[in-house]
């Protein structure tokens, strides 16, 4: 009697179920991996090897021998440490942009980490804790969703309802708080009327894509569908976010989730402001006093999405700051070794990979490293502290721009 297959096929597209075949074995995944790389050249890491594993797996369970003669079992032991090396990847996209036959491997990675959560392998360590922090909390920081509001001081005017929307993001409200103080600050400075979602905004759920879990207990729909409402009620027709996660899943995931389009349009706040200096709305008051910055690409923002020059555009046009980019920019950009999971996962891999990416900007002798991603700027903030270069500020893009309008932001 022939056995029941150790994998299925669960979560994969049928586009998806021949990449797997696609994979001519280049390697050129392989020698631009950012995790790899950080992790002193682990095999188990390598993009490439992981599609070559788990089509191994798929030729085991459903291949032709499969069919004469039965599955081949799969020991525990093997896909338990696939489990650990498929999570090991920043799901940063490094090794899509360069594969030579165009294998969406981002992707590939999220559907093969869904099929492993439903398996009972996945995720991976403090992961877990997504779905319990944002099921019952709204947010991954176990923080009261209340005080989503802390942050706002008396000065700063935000309407009932407006068509333009702030969605402010976890990170931001909750950890980061002066990147959420700056881009309302900044909204308000311009005179853009703007509202929010406040303590009923939930968090975009980025990490539960990101780590195969947005299935379990329908939470990601959930609270994509709360978001979404939201948003609609306050009558908002563009929704501006100066986090990169948060407008990844927003522009990306929340529509897959919901099976239909946003009924709003999403930017994100270097787009919106670049829109205004192309406009002339915008009227320098603080210049920097002459100050060499060079900017990191977010992935969610540049390679997930294609936002590249946005940023840059905002950075050249603040008077005082000169503009001098790293080796790695744009499609080609190292990863800041947060993103899927790995920071919750496996800090010490984000670190590593953090340290290289700071070490990219240093090689610029820049006096300030800007991003446009809050979760980037905390992570290479780590790794320039773990690098003891303290004389080199990690500051966001939007928070620049509200220091050359003259915002104070000490509050």
Request: with cysteine; charged share 25%; hydrophobic share 40%.
């Given at each position: 009697?022939?056995?029941?297959?150790?994998?299925?096929?669960?979560?994969?597209?049928?586009?998806?179920?021949?990449?797997?075949?696609?994979?001519?074995?280049?390697?050129?995944?392989?020698?631009?991996?950012?995790?790899?790389?950080?992790?002193?050249?682990?095999?188990?890491?390598?993009?490439?090897?992981?599609?070559?594993?788990?089509?191994?797996?798929?030729?085991?369970?459903?291949?032709?021998?499969?069919?004469?003669?039965?599955?081949?079992?799969?020991?525990e032991e093997e896909i338990e440490q696939f489990k650990d090396d498929v999570y090991g990847c920043t799901t940063c996209a490094m090794c899509a942009t360069?594969?030579?036959?165009?294998?969406?491997?981002?992707?590939?990675?999220?559907?093969?980490?869904?099929?492993?959560?439903?398996?009972?392998?996945?995720?991976?360590?403090?992961?877990?804790?997504?779905?319990?922090?944002?099921?019952?909390?709204?947010?991954?920081?176990?923080?009261?969703?209340?005080?989503?509001?802390?942050?706002?001081?008396?000065?700063?005017?935000?309407?009932?309802?407006?068509?333009?929307?702030?969605?402010?993001?976890?990170?931001?409200?909750?950890?980061e708080a002066k990147l959420a103080l700056a881009t309302a600050r900044v909204l308000n400075k311009l005179g853009i009327e703007f509202t929010m979602l406040?303590?009923?905004?939930?968090?975009?759920?980025?990490?539960?894509?990101?780590?195969?879990?947005?299935?379990?207990?329908?939470?990601?729909?959930?609270?994509?569908?709360?978001?979404?409402?939201?948003?609609?009620?306050?009558?908002?027709?563009?929704?501006?976010?100066?986090?990169?996660?948060?407008?990844?899943?927003?522009?990306?995931?929340?529509?897959?989730?919901?099976?239909?389009?946003?009924?709003?349009?999403?930017?994100?706040?270097?787009?919106?402001?670049?829109?205004?200096?192309?406009?002339?709305?915008?009227?320098?008051?603080?210049?920097?006093?002459?100050?060499?910055?060079?900017?990191?690409?977010?992935?969610?923002?540049?390679?997930?999405?294609?936002?590249?020059?946005?940023?840059?555009?905002?950075?050249?046009?603040?008077?005082?700051?000169?503009?001098?980019?790293?080796?790695?920019?744009?499609?080609?950009?190292?990863?800041?070794?947060?993103?899927?999971?790995?920071?919750?996962?496996?800090?010490?891999?984000?670190?590593?990979?953090?340290?290289?990416?700071?070490?990219?900007?240093?090689?610029?002798?820049?006096?300030?490293?800007?991003?446009?991603?809050?979760?980037?700027?905390?992570?290479?903030?780590?790794?320039?502290?773990?690098?003891?270069?303290?004389?080199?500020?990690?500051?966001?893009?939007?928070?620049?721009?509200?220091?050359?309008?003259?915002?104070?932001?000490?509050?």
């Open positions: 009697m022939k056995g029941e297959p150790s994998i299925n096929t669960n979560n994969f597209t049928a586009v998806q179920l021949m990449e797997l075949d696609a994979c001519v074995r280049c390697g050129e995944c392989v020698n631009w991996c950012p995790t790899y790389d950080a992790a002193n050249k682990d095999p188990g890491l390598a993009p490439r090897d992981k599609i070559l594993r788990w089509k191994k797996f798929m030729d085991k369970s459903y291949g032709l021998r499969a069919r004469l003669f039965g599955p081949k079992a799969i020991p360069v594969c030579e036959v165009g294998i969406n491997t981002v992707e590939l990675w999220e559907s093969m980490r869904a099929n492993l959560v439903k398996r009972g392998n996945g995720p991976f360590g403090k992961q877990s804790m997504f779905v319990k922090l944002i099921g019952e909390y709204m947010n991954p920081y176990m923080a009261d969703n209340k005080d989503r509001l802390n942050w706002i001081t008396e000065d700063i005017k935000i309407a009932d309802k407006a068509e333009i929307l702030y969605f402010g993001g976890c990170t931001a409200e909750l950890r406040g303590e009923d905004e939930c968090c975009c759920c980025s990490a539960l894509v990101r780590t195969g879990q947005y299935e379990i207990e329908d939470i990601a729909r959930k609270a994509a569908r709360s978001n979404v409402d939201g948003i609609v009620a306050k009558g908002a027709k563009t929704v501006v976010y100066a986090c990169a996660g948060c407008f990844r899943a927003s522009l990306v995931d929340w529509p897959r989730l919901l099976g239909e389009e946003l009924p709003f349009k999403v930017v994100h706040i270097t787009e919106f402001l670049e829109g205004l200096i192309k406009e002339g709305k915008i009227e320098w008051e603080k210049p920097f006093d002459n100050l060499t910055v060079t900017y990191h690409d977010p992935c969610h923002l540049g390679r997930h999405v294609g936002v590249f020059q946005p940023p840059r555009s905002v950075l050249n046009s603040i008077p005082g700051l000169n503009l001098k980019e790293m080796d790695r920019i744009k499609e080609n950009q190292r990863c800041c070794g947060a993103g899927g999971g790995v920071k919750a996962g496996i800090p010490d891999l984000a670190l590593k990979v953090a340290e290289t990416r700071v070490q990219d900007a240093l090689a610029k002798n820049p006096d300030i490293l800007s991003s446009a991603c809050p979760f980037c700027r905390r992570n290479l903030s780590d790794g320039r502290d773990s690098l003891g270069a303290d004389e080199l500020v990690v500051e966001d893009v939007i928070v620049l721009t509200a220091e050359a309008l003259g915002i104070d932001l000490e509050d």
